[in-house]
């Protein structure tokens, strides 16, 4: 296996949607599935195409209630492409005997090739070959060239290009029954000789979307003159070229496709701009190398070489290339222009129906330290929606800023109200909306971009007015109780949706989970040390704007200081209050039952019964606290709270939740390889594995194929990037603790810290660091117990074995 190269060699209809998924081409402002060009949606085939922030409301009846719901719209399928016979029957994988099969994505170009040889029910034999890719440069532009053929036969075939805006949204599983027509048509008309155009509109948001074909015939790239035929409908377009083919000689068919919307900047008209690029567009080999050109400057940025003890033929590596495409593919340059956030599912599917959650915390990190301004932008997004946040605080009688724990097009809550089980069939109350850590998350994020870039404006003029609204809400959120002499942060839901409520309470949340109440803490402390930030005259602004009086300042430090944890057993951090009154499951009852019990909450209802009674979690959010801050960081928290913290705590807690643990969100086993990689290496390293397969080998039974696992991509790279490498930025100085698992032999990154790109080269016995922006000046570093100063050009080659080992942390 290259790891370049993700590749099928057999054609496995049962598979295709999952194909479709990881083969995705995108560049941050539109992207597609890696369906056929041939195929509609079915039972096999899903063609999908999704604009970044492309959303549309519409109501749906469900259980006789009527339900709004905002999805990411599935687009006019832009790739059709259809081959008919003399004896008219239709080209279809599933209706010929394949000869020869092989699909490849190359990541390093960003183009999808697709190689098929086959013999029809006449016994000829014909090969098909096609490329195609979503320009990563100029985002409006995606291209398809087929190369049909004859290799046995002479005859005639009909090619049929189109645009079809009669698609609509029906990819979820767990959305079936919901509205899924969110397009109206606008118009279609042919273009010229070999052109075709199509607009329609969103039917609530009124986004109106236009798309542009090219469609050209070329044998030995010589133009071969047609006259198409036309087929119109008001949301369907296409040509028919009718062909001779001779035994032996190619034909070539290239499709060159524009899209814009209403929204773009620096256009007249959607309709007007998607004609005039599609005709002025070069080439299908032009667009070819020019986009290949961008991927090309982005993996110099991006990449990551590794070298294993055992030789896996390439595949850990091609995984991470993998993660890091889609990576690109969602969250590419061109966002940084764009007003949108990052979909946890990506721009891959419909899963989710294209919102954004907490997903970013494990997804800038990547950003943070490659191409950081795409964080920046990511941010605004949540900036813009800072009114959206305040509303929705004072709408639940709390102050400050309530951000969603689903987010889509301007900020309001987006998550449903009701949840379809496929297991049971049912619908019940979804209450995972009470996730309030998405604040916190949001103020993480931006402190630790900060950190990373140093972008002091930033902060100044979106960050801390992020950060300080997001104090003012938990520092409102907690109540004081007069018995205890603590505030108790109550009605909440962590990242354990498996815990959404006490069996006894008929209201949902839970009170005092303990990553909410210790990441509100960090929270406060953050917007507390914001004077040693900020220019005094911005610091002073902001107070004046935000009517922040001394006396709140001084609630905020009093409650950051009295929060409340619960604890258990030998310094066990409870989850929540009461968690270890649960009942314990009998974990080997359910796995010999179910074998796989990754979503023991669909198995539990489907029986009746409810993961709320039970110790069992989806993934361990108390591990979190020591996903994100280090051993040091939870040490000082601790002790401003009035707790003891025991380093030795830490591997305690991580046995106790990793024995109830299902690990039914992808998610989970990122967290804890990194928890685990210091004190237990080999157990980090095989949850790493594990992780990587999680959306390769769809680990979850089905799920990927509506959608990749964004987070958990970005977070398997991460665990590369700064576990492994032990980075971890504190007081604006990178520090560096490398510890590579046994089963690694030596990593290769790039990095850019504070606009300076450091190159580094670890093995388990060495660091080699250079600095290699020469037009910087010095930066600072710290590396085990040794402070470096790396002055441009300069390279430093250190010892790992006079390095400390860490417990836990980052």
């Known amino acids: 296996m290259s790891e370049w190269h993700w590749h099928y060699d057999a054609y496995d209809p049962d598979q295709e949607r999952l194909r479709e998924a990881l083969c995705t081409l995108g560049n941050g402002y539109f992207a597609t599935r890696g369906a056929a060009p041939e195929s509609d949606a079915s039972e096999h085939h899903y063609p999908g195409t999704y604009l970044a922030g492309g959303y549309n409301r519409a109501e749906s009846d469900v259980q006789g209630r009527m339900v709004e719901n905002e999805d990411l719209v599935n687009l006019p399928n832009w790739l059709v492409l259809r081959l008919a016979f003399d004896d008219g029957s239709r080209f279809s994988l599933d209706d010929v005997e394949i000869l020869s099969f092989e699909q490849s994505l190359d990541m390093r170009r960003g183009v999808l090739t697709r190689d098929v040889r086959f013999r029809d029910a006449k016994g000829r034999t014909t090969e098909l070959r096609q490329r195609r890719l979503v320009h990563m440069a100029l985002h409006h532009l ?279 089980n496929p297991r049971s069939g049912h619908w019940t109350p979804d209450e995972t909306h009470l996730q309030r850590h998405v604040n916190s998350a949001i103020a993480y994020n931006l402190w630790q971009y900060y950190q990373t870039s140093g972008d002091r404006e930033f902060l100044s003029f979106f960050g801390a007015e992020m950060l300080l609204e997001i104090a003012r809400f938990w520092a409102s959120k907690a109540e004081l109780s007069q018995t205890l002499g603590r505030y108790e942060i109550k009605g909440v839901v962590g990242p354990d949706e498996f815990h959404t409520r006490y069996p006894h309470r008929s209201e949902p949340g839970l009170d005092n989970h303990a990553y909410t109440t210790v990441m509100a803490a960090w929270v406060l402390c953050r917007a507390l040390e914001l004077p040693q930030h900020l220019p005094r005259e911005r610091w002073d602004e902001l107070v004046e704007q935000l009517a922040i009086t001394p006396e709140e300042l001084d609630h905020w430090d009093a409650v950051s200081r009295k929060l409340r944890i619960c604890f258990h057993g030998d310094g066990i951090i409870s989850q929540f209050e009461g968690f270890e009154q649960l009942e314990e499951l009998d974990w080997e009852h359910y796995r010999n039952q179910y074998g796989d019990i990754q979503r023991l909450d669909r198995i539990l209802e489907a029986e009746g019964d409810s993961p709320n009674h039970y110790q069992a979690t989806k993934q361990a959010d108390v591990l979190m606290l020591f996903f994100l801050l280090s051993a040091e960081a939870l040490e000082r928290l601790f002790e401003r709270l009035g707790y003891d913290f025991d380093p030795d705590m830490i591997p305690r807690n991580v046995a106790y939740y990793g024995a109830r643990t299902s690990h039914g969100s992808t998610l989970s086993r990122v967290v804890d390889a990194w928890v685990l990689a210091r004190s237990d290496r080999p157990r980090s390293w095989q949850l790493f594995t594990e992780a990587i397969e999680s959306d390769v080998a769809d680990i979850q039974g089905g799920t990927t194929s509506e959608g990749i696992h964004l987070g958990a991509m970005a977070g398997t790279v991460d665990l590369m990037q700064r576990c492994y490498t032990g980075i971890e930025i504190r007081d604006g100085r990178l520090w560096l603790n490398p510890q590579l698992p046994e089963e690694l032999a030596r990593l290769r990154i790039r990095l850019r810290f504070r606009g300076q790109t450091l190159a580094l080269d670890i093995s388990r016995s060495e660091l080699n660091i250079r600095a290699v922006s020469a037009h910087l000046g010095a930066i600072r570093l710290q590396v085990g117990e040794r402070t470096l100063t790396l002055q441009p050009g300069d390279t430093h080659v250190l010892s790992i074995e006079d390095m400390p080992a860490a417990v836990a942390g980052p």
């Open 142 to 420: 995606a291209a398809l060239e087929t190369t049909l053929t004859a290799v046995d036969w002479s005859g005639a075939v009909t090619i049929e290009s189109a645009l079809d805006g009669s698609v609509q949204n029906n990819g979820g599983e767990r959305d079936q029954g919901l509205t899924g027509r969110h397009l109206e048509p606008l118009g279609t008309d042919a273009v010229g000789e070999d052109g075709l155009w199509l607009k329609v509109r969103t039917r609530q948001s009124r986004l109106e979307l236009a798309l542009a074909a090219r469609t050209q015939l070329f044998h030995h790239d010589q133009r071969l003159e047609a006259a198409p035929s036309l087929t119109q409908h008001e949301d369907y377009i296409g040509q028919r070229f009718d062909l001779q083919l001779d035994a032996g000689q190619p034909v070539v068919i290239e499709k060159i496709v524009a899209l814009y919307t209403s929204r773009d900047a620096a256009i007249s008209e959607c309709g007007l701009e998607a004609r005039k690029a599609a005709a002025e567009a070069p080439r299908f080999d032009a667009l070819l190398a020019s986009s290949a050109l961008m991927w090309r400057q982005l993996w110099r940025r991006f990449d990551l070489e590794l070298t294993l003890t055992d030789d896996d033929d390439g595949r850990t590596a091609a995984i991470l290339h993998l993660h890091l495409f889609h990576l690109l593919v969602t969250a590419g340059p061109r966002v940084m222009d764009l007003d949108v956030g990052v979909p946890a599912r990506g721009l891959h599917g419909e899963a989710y129906r294209g919102h954004i959650f907490w997903d970013e915390l494990f997804i800038f990190p990547t950003l943070d330290l490659r191409l950081p301004e795409i964080t920046r932008s990511l941010l605004l997004y949540r900036w813009r929606r800072l009114d959206a946040a305040r509303a929705a605080a004072r709408e639940a009688g709390y102050r400050g800023a309530m951000y969603p724990w689903q987010s889509g097009s301007n900020g309001r809550e987006e998550s449903q109200r009701l949840h379809l």
